[in-house]
């Protein structure tokens, strides 16, 4: 779109409208990028119609959590920041969350900007969450300049110590308090360190579920302690799942 010009209006019409709250024939106008009317729109409106007429129209979706170009067992994942989005546009996903790579030596705000320089050949929008990896209370500032820099979701393991992934449940704490303090929210990998044997065989016997419901309690109890909201991810157990509506009803902001 050129200095001084108009921006495009794209009208969607006649077809049915689905949103949160209800579903409902309508035509939707956009301009540029954001949609200015929902409701009956004179043709005379827009600069392009298209036809939507026994079509469903649903807003671009969100996928919160996916992991491109993932460096990870000396390989990489299959889709990076080209094919990824490519993808997820053409199943109506206009933006997603990926994470940053963490490492001890490598500070939070570095990490963000690593992956938003990979990023760049996305065709969707993009944020991330940042992961927490060898991070310690006495860098509680990186997770305000993280913040500045446009991102207040940050991404913990309680489990994979081998590794170097786990964040101890003091600075857990510690970091939720931060986070808290920012206005963000946490996301908790959660399984038992002790509890989980990458080793262990088929993957009831290595990760059974009891790792994840202790996980999952020791975290609510946190949330509630701190007041940070904190996104449980991927509950895979019905025990897990347990423990976690438990620990909302007993006041911990916990989502997942």
């Given amino acids: 779109m050129g200095l001084g010009s108009k921006p495009q209006r794209i009208l969607i019409a006649g077809g049915t409208v689905v949103t949160a709250r209800r579903t409902v024939r309508a035509d939707v106008l956009v301009r540029g990028e954001r949609i200015a009317r929902v409701g009956r729109v004179p043709r005379a409106e827009a600069g392009e119609v298209v036809d939507a007429r026994g079509l469903l129209v649903f807003p671009g979706f969100i996928d919160a959590h996916v992991h491109f170009s993932l460096p990870v067992a000396g390989t990489r994942s299959a889709d990076d920041f080209h094919t990824g989005p490519r993808a997820a546009a053409h199943g109506g996903i206009t933006c ?105 065989g088929p993957f009831p016997a290595a990760r059974p579920a009891i790792a994840e419901e202790v996980a999952i309690a020791e975290v609510g109890i946190l949330a509630r302690e701190t007041g940070c909201p904190t996104y449980i991810a991927h509950i895979s157990s019905t025990r897990g799942l347990a423990a976690y509506l438990e620990a909302r009803r007993g006041g911990a902001p916990l989502m997942g």
């Fill in 96 to 200: 997603f969350l990926d994470f940053t790579v963490g490492h001890p030596d490598l500070s939070l705000p570095e990490a963000l900007e690593r992956r938003l320089e990979e990023a760049k050949p996305s065709c969707i929008d993009y944020s991330f969450r940042t992961e927490m990896i060898g991070w310690t209370p006495e860098r509680a500032g990186e997770i305000v300049e993280v913040a500045e820099l446009g991102v207040r979701s940050f991404k913990f393991y309680t489990a994979y110590s081998e590794s170097g992934r786990r964040t101890p449940l003091g600075h857990l704490r510690a970091a939720m308090e931060a986070i808290r303090g920012i206005g963000g929210v946490a996301m908790v990998h959660c399984e038992a360190d002790e509890l989980v044997d990458p080793s262990g």
